[in-house]
T-cell receptor
Framework: GNSVTQMEGPVTLSEEAFLTINCTYT??????LFWYVQYPGEGLQLLLK?????DKGSNKGFEATYRKETTSFHLEKGSVQVSDSAVYFC??????????FGKGTRLHILP | SQTIHQWPATLVQPVGSPLSLECTVE??????LYWYRQAAGRGLQLLFY??????ISSEVPQNLSASRPQDRQFILSSKKLLLSDSGFYLC????????????FGQGTRLTVV
């Protein structure tokens, strides 16, 4: 069945460091891909998305590119801030309308 | 604008008691509706989803059930709670169509004692 695998956390970085959180998927067909973020004490909110191969989603300095050949959607940010500390979830949706999430990656940014 | 309401925010229930969590969506019609459980180390587990009234798909065999009595209402139930049902339950909706994102409620923290 369809699934999403993302790197285990927690990830701890210093402020202004480069961030990569890996995400790969398995799916029949070509799903839409998403990154969600959950800040401490808050609900989940969409960070960015891509709906077809080679699309790049971007928001708040974060980027992710839909790579069909490697079935990946890695999240990147060039210079992280303390305020980026949160849990990040990779997700996919397919034609069956199911939205499936990965296990989440907790990110800690140190000042 | 669309809004999603989920209640209660927290709930403490004894083992063996029934459960009913309710979720409603406003400002849209015929949404897809979802129930997820969030547990530490297990991420967001899809429990049920619905593409229309009375249409429920179950993803994980368990002690829970879901119903959609109205277009914008989604209910998560149990006849007898187990300790293992404790967790954080999230309701979400998405618009019909390919590539639409999910919008989440604030969640219910359920503790079974």
């Amino acid at each position: 069945g369809n699934s999403v695998t993302q790197m285990e956390g927690p990830v701890t970085l210093s402020e202004e460091a480069f961030l990569t959180i890996n995400c790969t998927y398995t799916a029949t067909g070509y799903p839409s891909l998403f990154w969600y973020v959950q800040y401490p004490g808050e609900g989940l909110q969409l960070l960015l998305k891509a709906t077809k191969a080679d699309d790049k989603g971007s928001n708040k300095g974060f980027e992710a590119t839909y790579r069909k050949e490697t079935t990946s959607f890695h999240l990147e940010k060039g210079s992280v801030q303390v305020s980026d500390s949160a849990v990040y979830f990779c997700a996919q949706s397919n034609r069956d309308d199911k939205i499936i999430f990965g296990k989440g990656t907790r990110l800690h940014i140190l000042p | 604008s669309q809004t999603i309401h989920q209640w209660p925010a927290t709930l403490v229930q004894p083992v063996g008691s029934p459960l009913s969590l309710e979720c409603t969506v406003e400002g849209t019609s015929n949404p897809n509706l979802y129930w997820y459980r969030q547990a530490a180390g297990r991420g967001l587990q899809l429990l049920f989803y619905s593409v229309g009234i009375g249409q429920i798909s179950s993803e994980v065999p368990q002690n829970l059930s879901a119903s959609r009595p109205q277009d914008r209402q989604f209910i998560l139930s149990s006849k007898k709670l187990l300790l293992s049902d404790s967790g954080f339950y999230l309701c979400a909706w998405s618009a019909q169509g390919v590539g639409t994102e999910a919008f989440f409620g604030q969640g219910t923290r359920l503790t079974v004692v």
